[in-house]
Each structure stands twice: as C-alpha cells, then as structure tokens.
C-alpha cells in the first residue's frame, strides 16, 4: 500500500482527509498549521485537521514555516503528499520528495481563482459555477498541470458555507477517483495558461465593507460571499453594523442607494443603485450578539427611522 502524508488544515480538508482514511490507504503523518488562540479569551485551538487525525491516532506534526522545517517529512520517505487548503506554499526541496509527486485540491476551476479564497470569490464576483481541480504542485502559487476537474453549479441561495461543503465532498470524491491513476502513472496532466489565470487572495477588512453604490445583486452576492466568515458590514449611526445574511426584494425605488425605505416584521429594507432593495435579515449591532433584524428593530435599533442612510 502506498504511503501518504496528508497536509491540510481547516474543516474544508477534513472530508479529504477521512475518504483517504476509509479507502485503506496508509496515512503516514498529517501536517498542519500550528494550535492558534481563537475567541474573545483567545483559547489555544487546534485545527480541524488536527482533531480529525488525531482521532484516527495519525502522527500529527505542526511546523510554523514549512519552508524552514520539513525534515520530518523528508525522513517518512511519503510516495505520495496530497494537499487541501494547507495554506503555506512548499519549498521545491519537499515538492521534490515523494516519487509520486505532490498534489493539491483546490476549490475552484484552475486556472481561474488562484489563492487562499476562491470559495469566497466565487460568489462575490458573481459566477455561476466553480469545481474542484485536482493538481500537481509547482513552487508558484496553485499554477501546477491540472490532473482532474469537476464544476459545481452555485446556486443565488448559496453563500460560503453551503459552497464550502459541497465542494470538499466533491474534492474528497474527486480524490479518490483520481488517485487510482496517479499510482499507476496513468493520470493527464494539462498545464495551466496564466494568461486565463485569476486570483483569490485572502479577503481584507477593507473588502468586507458594503458599498450600497452597487446594483442590488452585487450587494446580495457580497452579502453572501462573505457569510458566515468573515462577515459583510455596513454603518449606522457612526456605529459598525455587521450583515450575516440579507435577501432581495422586488421592490423599485428612486431612493439613494444605502437609504433605509421601509422597516418591516422581518427586516430593514435598504436602496440599492439600480433602483432596486435589499432587506437585511439577520444583523449584529456593535457591541451585540447577532440578531434576526426585527429583533433589532424591536431594541438597540428601535429608533432607526425610514430615510435614514447607511454606510455614511
């Protein structure tokens, strides 16, 4: 049986990592990113990936730069490294180690949406499908020859976590059915054009704020790419008001865009700038717990008033 060591960190792997587990194959060690302090207390956490080798009583070792420390994987003599959403780049000197090469799953139809965020990107920029690649591992970021794909149809009521799960139960069957290949040396490879090439590079803060100037599907697509982490924002009030989820409405308005016209039993309805709404669902004050937006209405934003402006 081939050895395998498995490099992966957040929940996205997870699946990736257990459809390896229950085919038999021997996971040698799991690589992960090091226990981080999460939370207002800022509790020492470990990843996802960690937890689920350690349930399976899997080496788990956790280098803080895998560039500078891989000695450990260099000594297992893997055949085969597979990656998903690991989040460090591999030097050339460890890409170079297992006989059967490294390769990657990625959360988007490469060579489209490079980067930490492609799940994200995908719906803040409005496409309609993105997929899974399977890839072999070069040292430019996720620009390796594609070995496997398969598109995923993202629906208008998806947003990141939904997308997030489909596609990593897609990525740990498309695994499984490409591997087969890899070993026997059969598998294609068809080099990427970076001239097709776009990215996702992790979002900032900056992103995460709601630009009511924007058509009304921008803004639901923005609401819902960044829900539920890391959470679109608005402002009232001089005050941070966070945007979990939102949904459009068929109302038409000559309002400004961000201009509060109707407070209702289930949320505040926003103008958008093509003349258009968006009613915000479920929100978080500044200094509150999230809420469903008539709750809002009910206490802290009890004097919000029709007119009003957001995002000022």
């Not at 799960?165 to 294609?188: C, H, N, Q, R």
């Not at 921008?218 to 009030?237: D, E």
Request: glycine letters at 8%; aromatic letters at 6%.
């Amino acid at each position: 049986m081939k050895k395998i060591i498995f490099m992966g960190t957040p929940d996205f792997a997870v699946p990736v990592l257990e459809q390896l587990i229950s085919e038999e194959y021997t996971i040698d060690l799991v690589v992960t990113q090091p226990d981080r302090p999460r939370g207002r207390k800022k509790v020492m956490t470990p990843p996802p990936v960690k937890v689920a080798a350690e349930k399976h009583h899997i080496p788990v070792f956790q280098p803080e730069k895998i560039k500078d420390d891989y000695e450990e994987i260099k000594k297992r003599k893997p055949d085969l490294i597979v990656t998903a959403a690991f989040g460090q780049l591999l030097p050339k000197g460890l890409l170079d180690i297992p006989s059967f090469g490294c390769v990657n799953v990625h959360a988007s139809l490469l060579p489209k949406l490079r980067g930490g965020a492609p799940i994200h990107y995908s719906i803040l920029e409005g496409h309609e499908q993105t997929g899974i690649s399977i890839m072999y591992m070069a040292e430019k970021l996720d620009a390796g020859d594609v070995i496997s794909q398969e598109a995923v149809t993202i629906e208008d009521a998806d947003d990141v976590a939904s997308l997030h799960d489909k596609l990593s139960k897609v990525g740990a069957e498309l695994l499984s059915a490409t591997l087969p290949a890899i070993f026997t040396g059969e598998a294609g490879r068809t080099p990427q054009d970076d001239n097709e090439a776009t990215f996702a590079p992790n979002i900032k803060r900056e992103q995460e704020q709601i630009d009511w100037n924007r058509s009304q599907q921008f803004i639901y697509n923005h609401i819902r790419g960044l829900h539920p982490w890391p959470v679109a924002f608005t402002t009232w009030q001089g005050k941070v008001l966070k945007v979990y989820q939102a949904s459009k409405v068929d109302t038409v308005t000559d309002a400004v865009p961000g201009e509060v016209i109707e407070l209702n039993d289930t949320g505040v309805v926003v103008a958008t700038a093509d003349n258009k709404a968006i009613q915000l669902m479920t929100v978080q004050p500044a200094g509150k717990k999230k809420m469903q937006a008539a709750d809002f209405l009910r206490g802290v934003g009890s004097n919000m008033t029709v007119g009003e402006k957001l995002g000022e």
